[in-house]
């Protein structure tokens, strides 16, 4: 099964809302990354998190890594936040890989 | 600063033709570095990664292969294109150790007809 599951799938936001989005990890992961992926393809680190929680602006995340999840709060939903957010956490076992999730696509619209 | 570049952006290449897909890293000794495949509207899946120089580690089996003949540099290449190689093509690097943050290149866009 998927290491690093992301939900929803897809999310379709008005402009100036709020939503969740969350990461659930069937792997031990002591770090998790966000990313946004732009239509063009370019992936923006969003956040690199140990556990607990960060802020950025507009764009919360939280890493509990008892419970293995994390999630990537948006307040306030723009345009700009259109795109595809990726979740990713390193798997254990000799060699450094990091494993991402299959994405979030949002649609933010007016 | 560190600084990441891929060349080329976009390729439409014949199936059956050889492909060379570059990254660069300037701003950071000895990283990790990474290329990653793309399938359109699919996730991230690695595809090798180099700890150092002259070692290339594969991590899925796609008909490609890697190099790093310099510390800054990483090759991703096939002598025979497939058309299941189309998508698009991240080189990315982190910082040498375990688990640390990795950045990603703007990416190739591959397409094989």
């Known amino acids: 099964g998927d290491q690093v599951k992301q939900s929803p799938s897809a999310l379709s936001l008005q402009e100036g809302t709020n939503s969740a989005l969350r990461c659930n990890f069937s792997i031990a992961t002591t770090t998790v990354q966000w990313f946004l992926q732009n239509p063009r393809g370019s992936l923006m680190n969003l956040f690199y998190l140990v556990p607990g929680t960060k802020e950025n602006g507009r764009l919360k995340s939280t890493f509990n890594s008892k419970e293995s999840y994390s999630t990537l709060h948006i307040r306030d939903a723009q345009l700009e936040d259109s795109g595809t957010y990726f979740c990713?956490?390193?798997?254990?076992?000799?060699?450094?890989?990091?494993?991402f999730g299959k994405g979030t696509s949002l649609v933010v619209h007016p | 600063a560190q600084t990441i570049h891929q060349w080329p952006v976009a390729e439409i290449k014949a199936v059956g033709s050889p492909l060379s897909l570059g990254c660069t890293i300037k701003g950071k000794s000895s990283p990790n570095l990474y290329w990653y495949w793309q399938a359109t509207g699919g996730t991230l899946q690695q595809l090798f990664y180099?700890?150092?120089?002259?070692?290339v580690e594969s991590v899925v089996q796609l008909n490609l292969s890697a190099s790093r003949p310099k510390d800054d540099q990483f090759i991703l290449s096939t002598e025979k294109l497939l058309l299941s190689h189309s998508g698009f093509y991240l080189c990315?690097?982190?910082?040498?150790?375990?688990?640390?943050?990795?950045?990603f290149g703007k990416g190739t866009r591959l397409t094989v007809v």
């Open positions: 180099s700890i150092t120089v002259g070692q």
């Open positions: 990315a690097w982190s910082l040498t150790g375990g688990d640390t943050e990795v950045f």
């Open positions: 990713a956490a390193p798997t254990s076992g000799g060699n450094y890989k990091p494993t």
